[in-house]
């Protein structure tokens, strides 16, 4: 029988012209989520906004449909962003996208039978980065802002890191990840805040990390030092390192020992009661 895939809705964060720094009108200046629903009867009410890797340059088509059809596997509604990107868009642009995009998953739960305490977000390699920088740098919402979507909070309840970049400093950094983010000569000052082992505290929400030690693109440090961070701070967090993998596997479908990250994921988030029923 054919593959009856879930419905897909695909819709901008923001309405035209209200994008905030915003370079103009083009399909690069509009991110967008796109919605994977779970078949009906089968949706826990959790959801993730997926965050494809790319090198802030591009985005990895397989790092994003495919991710929100595993979700969807586990009753989970998966949103995939397209954020912006360097060169055209720097920091803190992709930054607000992610925000935006936590922040309507919990405006409109109600329509997409969500548990609006039960949204985290997904990232690989770049996207971990950005990923990880939602679960660092987060607000409360403002409860006054007129944008019904701008008064919900934006920080993720899960952060789920598949061979993130973390540290953006000299020793681990991806350095094409960081001049698409931050340009030719950022400061130190800058460097360091989105270093995001150094910006982990105690309300940093629990993390999933997957990593290889064989990884040359980005290093494997860049998910111990976050590991340890996330130890010192008492932050819950479950990882899972292979001895080889290389880098930019995705869901590791064609490999029998990282094809167990999808499993091991998933098993995390029932223990944790991210697939309860809402």
Do not use: K
């Amino acid at each position: 029988m054919p593959l009856t895939l879930p419905s897909e809705d695909t819709f901008p964060l923001w309405p035209m012209g209200e994008v905030p720094g915003s370079l103009g009108l083009g399909e690069e200046d509009i991110p967008t989520l796109t919605v994977y629903r779970p078949s009906a009867g089968t949706g826990t009410g959790g959801a993730v906004v997926i965050c494809p890797g790319g090198g802030y340059g591009h985005l990895a088509d397989h790092e994003a449909g495919p991710v929100a059809l595993w979700l969807n596997t586990l009753g989970v509604t998966g949103f995939v962003l397209r954020y912006r990107l360097g060169p055209r868009y720097r920091h803190p642009a992709p930054l607000a996208d992610a925000q935006r995009a936590i922040r309507t998953v919990r405006a409109r739960a109600a329509a997409w039978d969500i548990d609006a305490q039960r949204v985290g977000i997904l990232g690989f390699s770049a996207g971990g980065h950005l990923a990880s920088t939602a679960a660092t740098h987060f607000d409360t919402g403002d409860p006054g802002a007129s944008d019904p979507t701008e008064r919900e909070g934006s920080r993720p309840d899960v952060a789920i890191l598949i061979y993130p970049v973390i540290s953006l400093g000299e020793r681990s950094a991806h350095l094409g990840s960081r001049r698409n983010l931050l340009g030719e000569t950022p400061t130190p000052e800058m460097i360091a805040s989105l270093s995001n082992e150094t910006q982990v505290t105690p309300e940093t929400p629990p993390a999933f990390l997957v990593h290889s030690v064989d990884d040359t693109g980005v290093l494997v440090d860049n998910s111990l030092q976050f590991a340890l961070a996330l130890s010192a701070s008492r932050v819950p967090f479950a990882m899972q390192i292979y001895e080889h993998g290389g880098h930019g596997y995705g869901l590791g479908d064609t490999d029998p020992v990282l094809s167990a990250w999808p499993r091991e994921c998933a098993a995390w988030l029932r223990a944790r009661g991210f697939l309860g029923t809402a």
